[in-house]
């Protein structure tokens, strides 16, 4: 928590950065509180499965291919509910689903991104977590000796 709350805290020559706990302290209550309000309403084991998911990406694989299906399932899970099976193609409307909101909290987050090329880019990382899921490694492959060679191919996946 207390990494969260250190995000905004003020300019380094602050003559006050020395008292760095008591201006945390209420962005950390402020946390909290909004983590123990979840927890009340019932999301306790969905916070903590994607708590656990989290910890194997950080902690537990450098595996690239892992990382970019763990992170892409947790914002499934977050943005996406189940379609009526009955209507449509169900993976494509949760790949819809995803690229929508997905897209539209970036842009709420960084309002100079264009929201096109923004779900344009999620729905390059969606199909590329689907060549993972069903074992398309080639596709895979094929997709990342496509990108500019300037850039880190062992973190391509995730950035």
Known sequence: MFGIASFRYP??????????FPYARDEIDR???QINNAFGRGLEEKLLYIGGLLKLIGHETHDNRIRLLLLTSILELVLTHNPDSNRFNIEESINKQFQLKASILVYLNDKS?????????????YQQ?????H???KALDKYISSL????DKKSILIH
Do not use: H
């Open 135 to 137: 074992g398309n490694f």
């Open 113 to 125: 991104k264009e929201i096109d090329s923004i779900k344009k880019r999620l729905k390059t990382i």
């Open 11 to 20: 300019d380094a020559d602050d003559e006050s950065r020395w008292r760095f």
């Open 148 to 151: 500019p060679k300037r850039r």
């Open 31 to 33: 946390v909290v509180a």
């Open 129 to 133: 977590r689907s060549n993972i899921v």
